[in-house]
């Protein structure tokens, strides 16, 4: 039981490229989350998804699109980077239907120059 | 909207110690819930302990408490006996009943000094 497992752990990019973070969870967790941490701040919401296919925005989804098309995966894509999206980028999953913990993957560190 | 925030951006004690980290809250909410989570330098986000509004009695865990004052929308952390692997950030976050996403402080990075 691997938990929430993200790829990549770190990556460069430039100003433009695309890229895409895998976020993968074993724990048959319906609800799962993006999030991204900048110096100084807490997580901020990115997407999330209550289901497979279905989507919706958090706080901060401008320059981010997801999909689910597996329970099990979740996925952020950045179409054009920017140097705004310099941030750790995490991913967390939980059981619907009632409140439970948030399980988080380890993160992944994204540099955009 | 529901904030969260955290007033002390570090804090520093003895091993051994006691110490204790803020955090309120704002909501028009009457269910919902806290949580205290632990980012060690490793990253990972780490669950502490969490707190159901509707339950007076404050949360423990092992040597992790909480002072949950519901009207004073005050949600602070006790840490007992404090060690050196108590070194993290710590983030307080509040959820909503039936939202299902969290909402974060800013943090507090507290150091355990040998």
């Known amino acids: 039981n691997a938990g929430v497992t993200q790829t990549p752990k770190f990556r460069v990019l430039k100003t433009g490229q695309s890229m895409t973070l895998l976020c993968a969870q074993d724990?048959?967790?319906?609800?799962m989350y993006w999030y991204r941490q900048d110096p100084g701040m807490g997580l901020r919401l990115i997407h999330y998804s209550v289901g497979e296919g279905t989507t919706a925005k958090g706080e901060v989804p401008d320059g981010y699109n997801v999909s689910r098309l597996k329970k099990q995966n979740f996925l952020l894509g950045l179409e054009s980077a920017a140097p705004s999206q310099t941030s750790v980028y995490f991913c967390?999953?939980?059981?619907?239907?009632?409140?439970?913990?948030?399980?988080f993957g380890p993160g992944t560190r994204l540099l955009v120059l | 909207a529901q904030t969260v925030t955290q007033s002390q951006p570090e804090m520093s004690v003895q091993e051994a110690e006691t110490v204790t980290l803020s955090c309120t809250y704002d909501?028009?909410?009457?269910?919902?819930?806290l949580f205290w989570y632990k980012q060690p330098p490793s990253r990972q986000m780490i669950l502490v302990i969490r707190?159901?509004?509707?339950?007076?009695q404050n949360a423990t865990e092992n040597r992790f408490s909480v002072n949950f004052q519901k009207a004073a929308k005050s949600f602070s952390l006790k840490i007992s006996d404090s060690q050196l692997g108590d070194t993290a950030m710590y983030f307080c976050?509040?959820?909503?009943?039936?939202?299902?996403?969290?909402?974060f402080g800013q943090g507090t990075r507290l150091t355990i000094n040998p």
């Open positions: 909501t028009s909410e009457s269910n919902y819930y």
């Open positions: 967390a999953s939980q059981t619907g239907g009632r409140v439970e913990t948030q399980y």
């Open positions: 724990m048959n967790h319906e609800y």
């Open positions: 707190q159901e509004a509707y339950k007076q």
């Open positions: 976050a509040f959820m909503k009943q039936g939202a299902q996403k969290l909402v």
